[in-house]
């Protein structure tokens, strides 16, 4: 492969526009397509107006633009065998195959693979009848319980998740789920399991089939309003690191999940190579998946990157051709915070269209970036254009520093009905009073 290279990323949200920033900066980077983009990434990335589930328009667009490298970020491409079709034109990507995608495009085939491999999770039953899944959760409940996690077995742009806290409740996601197909074929199967609790973690980790490579761990903040309250969301803001995921719980997590996973992938004949998040609950008994998805989180991306020292690009390539053993992936020993600035409403309904005041004022304050999501372009600049609009991300030597700081940078930005939590961080920096 040529030392300078054309690459394109995939996708178009604020995770997009963090890869783009941070491959930016490496010096083998030629040419950096962003397929489809968006309008904040402008002037970064050339933007082509394809869009991310269009598998065949972009292995064309690739192949005959001399693109030598792909990133393919999001999840639907990734389960659509993207890579797999890459591959087949000659194209090296970042990204698992349709086979590796899997691992978070069916949460059953995930729950079986730890299940079968004894990799701590949440003890759980997949469903495929609606009636028998009915009486399961009646048993379950008569049985003394009092919560139980409802799951569509496939992908449901994070909404397949269900807490329920009654029979009635479990008995109406299941119906809302299996039979009137909320979730389209994702809710063909259902996985149902024991709620667990404890704070949650969300590790990235590089893989090359063989080799995983933990990123610094973050924290997500799922749910739409403060104090955790709402509906769940894509994510409403993150902090890196996450201070309840100590050292010692990180080799904990080494040693019983990521490295049996990785096995497991190989084992099962579908090696993972590209970024493998786990979704950790830390319970009083141990860290314990409650969810693999195989790609970058989004917003967990906007607050690791910005900590990777090195190349990104070089050990994306690593990834993908089995040398990760040889990569130098180090983290600085500073912090991150993202807040997210949403269209009021989501992640129900909203409007859009509303200009965006103020980016430039809040990339002067000191260690911020703005990451652009739902926006585009109207009249010359910046409106809003979907739900989640921007991530605002702050890098400082401390938690506490970034957190405040995001914050400040937040005041500086407007649009009209943006929504965003007031306590991104809070829960973190607690628990290191
Ligand atoms: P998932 O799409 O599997 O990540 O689930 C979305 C969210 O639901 C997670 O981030 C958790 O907050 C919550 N959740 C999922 N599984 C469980 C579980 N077994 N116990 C408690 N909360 C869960
Ligand atoms: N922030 C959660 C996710 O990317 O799935």
Redesign the pocket.
Known sequence: MRNALNVAVIGSGGREHAIVKKLRESVRVAGLYALPGNAGMKGQAELVPIRATDVAGAVRFCAENGVDFVVVTPDDPLALGMVDALEAAGIPSFGPNKAAARIEAS?VFAKDLMKKHGIPT?SYEAFDDAEDALRYVKNYFASGRDSV?V?ADGLAL?K??T?CHSCKEAEDALVMTMKEKKFGDSGNRVVI?????GP?ASVLAFCDGKTLVPMVSSM?H?RALDGDRGP?TGGMGTIAPNPFYTSAIAGECMEKIFIPTVEAMRESGSPFKGCLYF?L?LTKDGPKT??YNCRFGDPETQVVLPLLEGDLLEIMLRCADGTLDAAQVRFSKGAAACVVMASGGYPGQYANGFAIRGIDDAQKLDGITVYCAGVVEKDGALATGGGRVLGVAAKADTLKDAVANAYKAVEKVHFENAHYRKDIGTYGLQSLR
């Open positions: 949460k949440a996690v799951k994070g397949g998740v807490l399991e024991e709620c667990l609790e949650e997500d799922k769940n979704g609950m409650i969810e």
